[in-house]
Nanobody
Framework: VQLQAYGGGWVQSGGSLRLSCAAS????????MAWFRQFPGKEREFVAA????????IHANSVKGRFTMSRDNAKNMAYLQMDSLKPEDTAVYFC??????????????????WGQGTQVTVSS
């Protein structure tokens, strides 16, 4: 599976962005898809995930109520709608694909495939 994330950019605090993750491969629907973000000098932090076959999304507490993950298996796409953005959301955002067990769904080590990352910058 090859992934390409895009849609990042610069936005003012309170604004919105929609990230997209395009995946290649016919087995996309069988993978758990996830979004992580990385702050400078830090490890990747879990943002959201959706298990295979369009299950309900799981969101990190830090973004719950502001971010919404979705996926379209027919188009091999995953999305992250980010609303009410805050300066502390500024990071590089990555999409990942894997088959983690439930207890590992928020661990970046459980994902085998990654997109290249897209920068999100939120100004105050």
């Amino acid at each position: 599976v090859q992934l390409q994330a895009y849609g990042g950019g610069w936005v003012q605090s309170g604004g919105s962005l929609r990230l997209s993750c395009a995946a290649s491969g016919r087995t996309f629907s069988s993978y758990t898809m996830a979004w992580f973000r990385q702050f400078p000098g830090k490890e990747r932090e879990f943002v959201a995930a959706m298990k295979a076959y369009n299950s309900n999304p799981i969101h990190a507490n830090s973004v719950k109520g502001r971010f919404t993950m979705s996926r379209d298996n027919a188009k091999n796409m995953a999305y992250l709608q980010m609303d009410s953005l805050k300066p502390e959301d500024t990071a590089v955002y990555f999409c990942g694909a894997g088959r983690p067990i439930t207890s590992m769904i928020s661990s970046p080590t459980a994902y085998n495939y990654w997109g290249q990352g897209t920068q999100v910058t939120v100004s105050s």
